[in-house]
C-alpha cells in the first residue's frame, strides 16, 4: 500500500489555487506499518475557533517560513513532537479552501509506525492514529454537507473511537485516498445530491 501511494503522489499533476489567500500546510503523516494508519489530532476544547473538531497537524504558514511544506512540519513538530526528519515528504495533494477563507496545502509524509506523540496541550487535548482501511471502508463513511470551494458538497465523515471526523479534514482525506488508493469517494455537489 505504502509503494502504490508513494508511486501515485510521484505522478499525482495536482490542483494548485492561485488566488492570493492566506496559506495553511497541513500533514497526512501516514506509518510505515503493513497496516498504515493516518496521525490526526483532537483540538483542545478550550481555543475559541474550532475547539473540539478533529485535524490534521498543521496551521497557518508564518512569513518566515521557506515553504507551505516547511509550514506542515513546523506545525506537526509543533503540535504532536514530530520532528521533521522522521517525516519522508512524498509529495503535496491539491490545494483547498477553507471556511475562513485560507489556501490549505496538504502535504503527504511517511513516519514510523513506533514514534510516540505529545499533543501539546495549549493547542490539543489528544493526537491518535486511524487505520487507512477504515477510511476506505465504505460501511464506515456517513455523509455531510459542507463549505468548500465555495461550493456546498457532501464530503464523508467518521466516527472512529469516538472521534468524529468531517468537514475539511474528512474531505482532504477523502481525495487523499481517491489520488492514492482508488478509493472513488463521491464528494458531489448539493445540486447532484437533490437531483
Known amino acids: 500500500m505504502l509503494i502504490t501511494i508513494a508511486q501515485r503522489i510521484e505522478l499525482y499533476n495536482r490542483k494548485k489555487i492561485t488566488a492570493h489567500l492566506p496559506q495553511a500546510g497541513v500533514l497526512i503523516a501516514i506509518t510505515?506499518?503493513?497496516?498504515?494508519?493516518?496521525?490526526?489530532?483532537?483540538?483542545?476544547k478550550k481555543l475559541s475557533s474550532h475547539s473540539g473538531e478533529i485535524a490534521l497537524p498543521g496551521g497557518r504558514r508564518d512569513d518566515s517560513d521557506p515553504s507551505v511544506v516547511f509550514?506542515?512540519?513546523?506545525?506537526?513538530?509543533?503540535?504532536i513532537n514530530l520532528l521533521p526528519e522522521q517525516v519522508k515528504v512524498l509529495g503535496k495533494i491539491d490545494d483547498q479552501i477553507s471556511l475562513h477563507n485560507i489556501k490549505v496545502t496538504p502535504s503527504v509524509g511517511i513516519i514510523a509506525n513506533d514514534?510516540?506523540?505529545?499533543?501539546?496541550?495549549?493547542?490539543?487535548?489528544?493526537?491518535?492514529?486511524?487505520?487507512?482501511?477504515f477510511l476506505l471502508?465504505?460501511?464506515?463513511?456517513?455523509?455531510?454537507?459542507?463549505?468548500?470551494?465555495?461550493?456546498?458538497k457532501f464530503a464523508p465523515c467518521y466516527l472512529?473511537?469516538?472521534?468524529?471526523i468531517w468537514g475539511l479534514t474528512s474531505y482532504i482525506l477523502a481525495e487523499f485516498l481517491n489520488v492514492t488508493l482508488d478509493a472513488d469517494i463521491k464528494l458531489k455537489t448539493r445540486q447532484e445530491v437533490v437531483r
Open 115 to 133: 514514534i510516540e506523540f505529545t499533543a501539546n496541550q495549549g493547542e490539543l487535548d489528544c493526537v491518535f492514529k486511524v487505520p487507512l482501511s
Open 137 to 152: 471502508e465504505p460501511a464506515n463513511q456517513c455523509g455531510h454537507l459542507a463549505q468548500y470551494r465555495y461550493q456546498s
Open 32 to 44: 510505515d506499518e503493513l497496516e498504515p494508519h493516518v496521525i490526526l489530532t483532537k483540538r483542545a
Open 71 to 79: 509550514t506542515a512540519l513546523r506545525e506537526a513538530h509543533e503540535e
Open 160 to 164: 472512529y473511537e469516538g472521534h468524529l
